[in-house]
């Protein structure tokens, strides 16, 4: 049997669990007869109308929270686009016969997204257990036992519900602080001159859209000259983040008056002593002169940079390399080193969350880089950086942060 002759229609109706179908506004799809059996309802009274409508909570019970429990969930899952699983719920249920009756029944609830073309939920599977007998066990002491029993599980349930969604509205409010602080220190420049140039920022997975990784570009004083730069300080979120401004903004003020990018980490490592949180945090800063068509470079444990020459030639800018920024207690001159290039000429900076993985050898990541940017090399910084993530990053996004600026020479 090919799958163009499953009827999964009929599949959907035969599957042994509760199971209905939503759609985005919480309007009954379809529901399964094993649904329809268990919830007492038939079909018309529950396709095409809105859940809460068909299943309210109980009016006499002033502590019911099943309705807003699972209405959280599922607008998890249409924010998220992720299975939600519930905690034990009581819900209980009126008798579709006898208006004002209502049974107390507990449910084991788990909804997932169907997603659409567009990448977002088109619908809602709603899958529920009912578990009310093996709460509701009786006769004698056991009996009796339960009931405690289902007392306490059934309080435990109600907190944890409360809890998570505690949690939830905090880490809500923290990625808001989290995306301001982003827009604050990171740079918005495309354009340097009439060279193009283009960035990327991409968080780590479960990140709160902020992360150690930085970039930046700064207008040098004298000449046709730029000084471009990446940084990574060790872990995510708002602690990380608050460190790498810090450093971020040391560096570009200290490229505007340095005589080279050496010196320019002197001063950002005698700063990092200084900063909690910097421990380990590795920089890379280059200076082009665009009249003289020379780039100058040094690195404080950080990954190359590349320069992608007119010819296709990949050069790994790997001659002038130190330890981290705090890697030496007292201030040690770093090292610095020259190349030139044509007009044409791609130069590119990232960190290791773009070529480093787990059980591989860096060097397979930068050799996969530097194919990666020779193969594209024609295309528009735009497209380049584009091009360069989709291919070097995992599809389900990576387990670093990155950072990468792309500029056209």
């Not at 009912?130 to 029993?149: D, H, M, N, W, Y």
């Not at 024609?378 to 600026?405: N, Q």
Request: net charge negative; proline share 6%.
């Amino acid at each position: 049997m090919n799958q163009a002759e499953i009827d999964y229609a009929a599949v959907f109706q035969c599957l042994p669990g509760m199971v209905a179908l939503l759609t985005p506004d919480l309007v009954y799809a379809d529901a399964n007869e094993e649904f329809l059996r268990n919830a007492g309802r038939t079909r018309e009274q529950v396709v095409g109308r809105y859940l809460f409508d068909v299943f309210p909570d109980n009016p006499n019970d002033d502590g019911a929270t099943g309705m807003r429990n699972l209405a959280a969930s599922l607008q998890r899952v249409l924010d998220t686009r992720e299975r939600d699983t519930m905690a034990l719920q009581r819900y209980d249920v009126e008798d579709p016969d006898q208006s004002g009756q209502w049974e107390e029944r507990y449910w084991s609830p788990v909804n997932a997204p169907v997603l659409g073309p567009d990448g977002k939920a088109a619908l809602l599977v709603h899958r529920v257990e009912e578990v009310t007998e093996l709460i509701k066990a009786r006769g004698g002491p056991s009996g009796t036992r339960a009931r405690v029993l289902e007392a306490e599980l059934y309080t435990r349930a109600r907190e944890l519900q409360e809890l998570n969604e505690r949690l939830r509205q905090a880490h809500a409010r923290e990625r808001e602080v989290a995306l301001a602080l982003q827009e604050a220190m990171l740079p918005a420049h495309r354009q340097v001159g009439h060279h193009a140039a283009a960035v990327r920022y991409r968080p780590a997975i479960g990140a709160l859209n902020v992360c150690g990784d930085w970039y930046d570009l700064v207008d040098l004083v004298g000449g046709n000259r730029i000084g471009v730069a990446v940084g990574d300080v060790v872990g995510h979120g708002l602690a990380a983040a608050g460190v790498m401004g810090q450093l971020r903004s040391a560096l570009s003020a200290a490229s505007r008056v340095a005589v080279g990018p050496a010196e320019a980490l002197n001063v950002l490592g005698r700063y990092a002593h200084v900063v909690d949180g910097a421990e380990s945090a590795t920089a890379v800063t280059t200076f082009i002169d665009f009249d003289a068509h020379t780039i100058t470079y040094s690195s404080a444990g950080h990954p190359p940079p590349v320069l992608v020459h007119a010819d296709g030639r990949v050069e790994f800018l790997d001659q002038a390399t130190d330890p981290p920024l705090d890697a030496r207690p007292d201030p040690f001159p770093r090292p610095e080193a020259r190349t030139t290039y044509d007009d044409g000429a791609t130069l590119v900076l990232y960190t290791d969350g773009l070529v480093e993985r787990r059980r591989e050898d860096i060097d397979t990541g930068l050799a996969r880089l530097a194919d990666s940017l020779r193969e594209h090399r024609e295309e528009d910084p735009e497209r380049l950086a584009d091009s360069v993530l989709l291919e070097l990053l995992p599809p389900g996004g990576a387990t670093d942060d990155t950072a990468l600026v792309i500029v056209r020479l």
